[in-house]
């Protein structure tokens, strides 16, 4: 039911500076626009989708599109332009809530200096810094600036509760709305049992990631042809990093084949019979659809240095997290070789008891995930709307 105010048309900033928080934002904005009518306007830094809901952003998102701590620093400059402009844009529109979109290094930087120069704006934080693996000390500091955060992950209430964070609320991952999507028809699970078995390869969505983890992709292939073990393989990537991904694969003994749209990204899983994932939310999507996997990570050097001294939980994959059991493994660094990643792979490939483990852990997710039937959209405009600031 759309809900009706007087007065004043409400003014929402929002702030997202990945595609991910992109598309979080815009699902967010349809639900306000059906709540609030006419009586709201929206102001702020967004993508392709935000920009359909309305929104004309301050810059392109694009130029936010920086990975990895040595690019960080040479981007540095023009980064603090950039949070400069987006808090002078929030003091200036004077709005009533500002609403945070992920992206913590830039966006918690512009709340910071929006609190100091506009304390009466109310802060919402949408998807929760990952306090729960390292810098735990955000969350209490988050208290300052923050208002309430918005959580994607059913474990992150208890942690802010637990470090002294601020109001957290578990609104539901975005992945619960798109399972008949992931989840394969009588088809598509006949094709999990037939062989050739469909292995998914997912070494990343950035340009570093796909340098650092192709090389042993194509290694981890080979090594499974010489145990006599073949498969098809295929490889979702996104349309940009597709000379790269070609130019990778070109010495693989092993092509994959190689999908660019999210359909067929969603097809794979819904067909494959095990995955060799890059750490990330994708291994959330694949535990949900059923797909068991073996996962990696591979940074550069001054980001595995960082790493060993700060992250703080026994595993860094997502769904082991959620599920709350180390049920997937995972190998990073100097761990990620052929040597490591084929024989966990052909455990999770083959009827063995690792494999079934895995299929009884996500068989939890949707218990362990339930949001009583709303969308994560749904949840979050009720909080947003009641720490909105009175009208006037």
């Not at 040479?74 to 808090?87: G, K, S, T, V, W």
């Not at 992709?217 to 010489?226: C, H, I, N, Q």
Request: net charge positive.
């Amino acid at each position: 039911m759309t809900q009706k105010v007087m007065g004043s048309p409400r003014k929402i900033f929002l702030i997202a500076t990945e595609p991910s928080g992109d598309h979080l934002g815009a699902a967010l904005m349809k639900e306000l626009h059906h709540r609030l009518g006419n009586e709201v306007v929206f102001a702020g830094i967004g993508g392709r989708e935000m920009e359909e809901q309305g929104i004309v952003s301050l810059f392109p998102i694009d130029d936010l599109a920086i990975v990895g701590f040595a690019a960080v620093a040479r981007q540095l400059p023009m980064l603090l332009r950039r949070i400069r402009e987006a808090a002078s844009a929030v003091v200036q529109a004077r709005p009533d809530i500002l609403v945070i979109i992920d992206s913590p290094d830039f966006t918690h930087r512009v709340a910071k200096k929006v609190r100091k120069t506009v304390p009466s704006i109310p802060i919402v934080d949408y998807v929760s810094p990952t306090v729960w693996v390292w810098r735990p000390g955000r969350a209490r500091a988050m208290t300052r600036y923050v208002d309430h955060v918005l959580a994607v992950q059913p474990f992150e209430p208890d942690v802010h509760l637990n470090l002294g964070g601020p109001a957290c609320t578990y609104i539901g991952h975005p992945l619960i709305e798109r399972l008949d999507t992931l989840r394969p028809d009588a088809e598509e699970a006949r094709r999990r049992k037939t062989p050739p078995p469909v292995l998914v390869l997912l070494p990343g969505s950035r340009r570093g990631e796909i340098r650092h983890h192709m090389p042993v992709f194509g290694e981890t292939l080979a090594s499974l042809r010489e145990q006599g073990l073949v498969v098809e393989a295929v490889l979702p990537t996104l349309p940009h990093l597709l000379d790269a991904v070609n130019e990778a694969v070109a010495q693989w003994p092993i092509r994959p084949r190689i999908v660019t749209t999210e359909a067929e990204k969603q097809s794979a899983f819904r067909n494959a019979r095990a995955a060799l994932a890059k750490s990330g939310t994708v291994t959330l999507e694949l535990a949900l659809a059923g797909v068991p996997m073996v996962t990696l990570y591979r940074g550069g050097a001054v980001e595995a240095w960082i790493a060993r001294r700060v992250v703080r939980v026994s595993s860094i994959i997502l769904a082991n997290l959620v599920i709350g059991e180390n049920v997937i493994p995972e190998f990073h660094q100097e761990e990620c070789t052929a040597q490591n990643l084929a024989p966990a792979l052909l455990s999770v490939l083959n009827d063995t008891p690792q494999r079934r483990h895995q299929l009884e852990a996500f068989a939890k997710l949707d218990r362990i995930m339930d949001t009583g039937g709303r969308s994560p959209s749904e949840q979050a405009a009720d909080v947003i709307l009641r720490e909105m600031k009175p009208q006037k």
